[in-house]
């Protein structure tokens, strides 16, 4: 089995450094790293909170061996807090990695301090390797404008427009959510992720995670019809994330959509942010709703009204709660 084979949907135990330092060839389109903020979160495995410089080291070493495994066309997104941003920034530079974004998720359920602001974000950065060949499908990400939404002005792009570097439609995972993996402290929620995918990779790439935690890149990745590859260095929270894909792949969809473009619309959905009753009451709004979403799917399908509104009381904020 080749290098690159070998690596696909697979969740791997051990240090990642090891791991991808041992790989002969680059395999992995896109990677997503959300690595330990060297801030005191409990992990089962990992001691979050070392000394500044064994850190920035340990850092340097998982990026640039993250970097080994990139295909030349590849993209690598990295989510770190502030402490160590401008830091992770640096030496991505150094290492010859283009910064194309520096993204700022802006969440709802911060942590509340007593005596400064409340922190409510994470950085993202979003590097590629080849500054003028990568992968970027505008138009799995595109949303409506408010000149569409709101002002119905003629002059409005119908493809929509591209969302800003400030991302504020995703909440942190709070414990009431369906999607909440009670085995992690740490979880990323999953539509956050298949912008992500979606935007800066294709069907049957190969996405790569690794610090896959509560496994949610991989479960995206599956669900968006790419390959996966995670590790981490807890048994644990490996043996939970086989579980969880392998739960995926037992899920049967029922109606008219596939696995693919159910996880899209939810996206979409999230991303306008509209009651489901709004949709039920305009049919604009719905006939817009209709066409941003074949945009996003890109697939020459057309998705028409009665197809759609039947899906949408179910996964309509808010936020997937129980």
């Known amino acids: 089995m080749s290098g690159m084979q070998k690596f696909r949907n697979i969740i791997l135990c051990g240090d990642c450094i090891e791991i991808l330092r041992s790989v002969g060839e680059p395999f992995a389109d896109l990677i997503f790293a959300d690595p330990p903020f060297n801030i005191g979160y409990q992990y089962d495995k990992y001691r979050d909170r070392v000394e ?5 080291a340990w850092t340097r070493d998982w990026m640039s061996a993250c970097l080994g495994v990139l295909k030349p066309t590849g993209s690598f997104y990295i989510a770190i807090g502030d402490d160590y941003a401008a830091h992770v920034r640096l030496i991505g530079e150094d290492l010859g990695l283009t910064l194309r974004n520096w993204i700022i998720w802006h969440y ?3 942590q509340q ?3 400064k602001f409340a922190r409510s974000h994470t950085h993202i950065f979003y590097f590629v390797k ?16 408010d000149r569409q939404l709101v002002y119905n002005d003629k002059r409005a ?4 427009k591209l969302p800003d570097d400030v991302w504020n439609t995703y909440s942190r995972v709070c414990g009431t959510f369906r999607e909440r993996q009670g085995w992690h402290p740490c979880q990323m929620p999953e539509l956050l992720l298949a912008r992500i995918i979606s935007a800066s990779s294709n069907p049957g790439d190969c996405v790569l995670d690794p610090f896959v935690g509560s496994g949610t890149t991989a479960a995206a ?6 390959d996966y590859c995670g590790i981490d260095i807890s048994e644990q929270y490996v043996e939970n994330t086989r579980k969880r894909l392998t739960d995926l792949q037992k899920t049967r969809i029922s109606g008219p959509l596939s696995m693919h473009e159910m996880l899209e619309l939810k996206r979409l959905v999230f991303e306008i942010g509209r009651p489901a009753d709004a949709y039920q009451m305009n049919e604009k709004l719905t006939q817009l709703f209709c066409r941003q979403f074949a945009v996003r799917m890109n697939n020459c399908k057309h998705y028409k009204p009665d197809m759609i509104l039947p899906l949408l009381p179910e996964i309509c904020p808010c936020q997937g709660r129980k």
């Open 113 to 115: 301090t007593r005596n």
């Open 221 to 226: 990745a599956f669900q968006l019809g790419r």
């Open 130 to 145: 080849n500054p003028k060949q990568f992968t970027f499908n505008d138009w799995a990400v595109r949303v409506p404008s």
């Open 157 to 160: 792009q119908s493809c929509g």
């Open 108 to 110: 709802t359920f911060g």
């Open 52 to 56: 500044k410089n064994r850190y920035l």
